[in-house]
């Protein structure tokens, strides 16, 4: 075994799920970075009595270093990562591109979240094998038979993720048409290069792995229709998940983002997702629970407000702020075609100190009654949190 580059650290223990979205995003990372780790999937049992004290959630993934600190969240753990292992860097040195890479990395993590969701319940022969399969591997010691477990679980996402979160025969075909148009234009960033910049994977290809490996190519319906409308996509997964950075070696080739294949990325992120991070905040900051979102020519009604996507929104201004003015002119350039970003002043999530990394001891031990409400409803979106005045926009 190799010698570890960082002794406190390593090995590291990721827990994970195999049919986790975001699982498959952050070890997709830690594969191409060639960072030792230790893989170990969840259960329920793991998730209550091992993650949820440690971290006050029963999500996954998350890593515990070899001195027991313990990281969570795909976006500050890459942020971290690249810190602490900076060779083969995934986040481009570049600061136009850092920041472009930035926000299709939020994009592909909080907007391509719906259709993924959307593709694997709603097709019945995606959803039957996801029930049987989550009652076997995740909640085998529930109280209840595998098969009961499974369909409580998958009747659960779809009430959640799906009707839930704005699914309605007004928005239907324009939720699922949003992996077709993924599809296409992944396909056209993909004519002539390897990854979605260039010679090397970038956080683009990592933070789009995210629907596109678990979800899109593994469940039964979505993977065949990736293999018969994009096979250079159904390529670029498995390259991926295979690719490391020691045999690619030299220095990358990366373009911009002003090549065809990102317009459609950069229309859907400045006219549909942009404008509900701001939506989204806003409704936050006046305590509302829900909200209606207009995009793609429908209305997305009653979307759950959530905290996290402020913080989301307030990284992504700071990191556009920070930028130099010449830098920032050629953000606005390769946006205006689309349109510009607003930006909400004062703009206070509360949520920073939360995700540095490493994180703080976790004190608050759960109940039995509270761990038993999370295993049956799920972890909220959002831990309770006191919605701030209203900010000033």
Request: glycine residues 6%; hydrophobic residues 40%; positive net charge.
């Amino acid at each position: 075994m190799a010698e570890s580059r960082h002794p406190d650290w390593e090995p590291i223990t990721a827990y994970v799920a195999d049919m986790s979205y975001f699982s498959g995003k952050m070890e997709a990372y830690l594969r191409y970075k060639e960072i030792p780790y230790e893989r170990r999937v969840v259960n329920m049992k793991v998730l209550r009595e091992e993650i949820l004290p440690a971290t006050g959630l029963m999500k996954v993934p998350v890593l515990r270093l070899a001195n027991g600190q313990w990281l969570k969240d795909t976006t500050p753990m890459i942020d971290w990562f690249e810190g602490a292992y900076p060779e083969s860097p995934v986040i481009p040195r570049d600061p136009v591109l850092r920041f472009m890479s930035k926000l299709v990395e939020d994009y592909a993590d909080e907007w391509c979240w719906r259709a993924a969701l959307y593709w694997r319940w709603q097709p019945v022969e995606s959803r039957r094998l996801l029930m049987r399969r989550i009652g076997h591997e995740v909640l085998a010691d529930f109280p209840a038979p595998n098969w009961l477990a499974g369909w409580y679980y998958g009747r659960r996402q779809m009430a959640t993720y799906l009707r839930g979160d704005g699914l309605s025969a007004e928005t239907e075909s324009h939720v699922r048409r949003q992996y077709l148009d993924l599809l296409d234009a992944m396909s056209r960033l993909l004519e002539g290069q390897p990854y979605l910049l260039g010679s090397h994977p970038t956080l683009v290809d990592v933070a789009l792995f995210g629907p596109m490996f678990r979800h899109y190519a593994q469940d039964p319906t979505p993977s065949r229709v990736m293999e018969e409308r994009a096979p250079a996509v159904y390529a670029w997964v498995g390259r991926l998940w295979n690719a490391r950075a020691h045999r690619l070696g030299k220095e990358p080739i990366l373009g911009d983002f002003a090549q065809p294949g990102w317009e459609y990325f950069l229309r859907d992120i400045v006219q549909s997702y942009w404008p509900f991070l701001l939506q989204n905040a806003r409704a936050w900051a006046e305590g509302r629970a829900r909200l209606n979102h207009q995009a793609h020519g429908v209305t997305y009604r009653k979307l759950k407000v959530v905290h996290y996507r402020v913080f989301c929104l307030e990284v992504l201004q700071n990191e556009y702020r920070g930028l130099s003015d010449a830098n920032r002119k050629a953000v606005d350039e390769l946006l205006r075609p689309h349109g510009s970003i607003e930006l909400i002043d004062g703009l206070d999530s509360g949520l920073v100190q939360e995700h540095q990394l490493p994180l703080r001891p976790h004190r608050t031990q759960p109940s039995r009654l509270q761990r038993l409400k999370l295993a049956l409803v799920g972890t909220p979106w959002d831990m309770p949190v006191k919605p701030r005045k209203r900010e000033k926009a």
